[in-house]
């Protein structure tokens, strides 16, 4: 079975300042870890994604995130927070093509708020 | 391409009423998912479909049953709605399970009085 925890329900930066949001999951196979974003009174829209690859991954918007076995972890990062990234952030994980474990797993979500 | 398209984008219940959630893809996606939305518990998985004609159970399918007759549609419905169906619910389709990502649709906010 999959899990995630995201740390902090909210977070507040300044605009240039570094974005991080904490992802943390639990897998029972090799995962495959996503983080969207929700824009408000909008859908999720894939922001990255991590499929077994390159552990370091870019994504839109100028955001990366770095997967870590060793931690189970996948956190979001931005080195310079623009006003227009004030959303919803999901990270999510699955079993990835393990058969039965292809579902989406969310976390509760993560509201990012920049101040000017 | 319109992606994925959910109808209607609001909607309010008396208790006791029904009603169906449509959800409609144009990339030919094999798999399709409902979600609901409810704040602070991120997105929790009510049913889901990999093929036309097949459906399973998610994490909360209590009070909610799906159809899918056509590889396009998935339907979602309530036969007769609580106030804790209250909630934002969101269509996504994925063309062969989660490693492409999902496609959402912009959701449905059902209100149930």
């Known amino acids: 079975a999959q899990s995630v925890t995201q740390l902090g329900s909210h977070v507040s930066v300044s605009e240039g300042a570094l974005v991080l949001l904490r992802c943390n999951y639990s897998s029972s196979v090799p995962p495959y870890l996503f983080w969207y974003v929700q824009y408000p009174n909008q859908g999720l829209q894939l922001l990255l994604k991590y499929t077994s690859a390159a552990t370091l991954v870019k994504g839109i918007n100028g955001f990366e995130a770095e997967f870590k076995k060793s931690e189970t972890s996948f956190h979001l990062t931005k080195p310079s927070a623009h006003m227009s990234d004030a959303a919803e952030y999901f990270c999510a994980v699955s079993g990835g093509m393990v058969q039965g474990a292809q579902k989406l797993v969310f976390g509760q979500g993560t509201r990012l708020t920049i101040n000017p | 391409n319109a992606g994925v398209t959910q109808t209607p984008k609001f909607r309010v219940l008396k208790t006791g009423q029904s009603m169906t959630l449509l959800c409609a893809q144009d990339m030919n996606h094999e798999y399709m998912y409902w979600y609901r939305q409810d704040p602070g518990m991120g997105l929790r998985l009510i049913h889901y479909?990999?093929?036309?004609?097949?459906?399973a159970k998610g994490e909360v399918p209590d009070g909610y049953n799906v159809s899918r007759l056509k590889k396009q549609n998935f339907l979602l419905g309530l036969e007769s709605a609580a106030p804790s169906q209250t909630s934002v619910y969101f269509c996504a389709s994925s063309y062969h399970g989660t490693g492409s990502g999902y496609t959402f649709g912009s959701g449905t906010r059902l209100t149930v009085v």
């Open positions: 479909s990999v093929g036309e004609g097949t459906t």
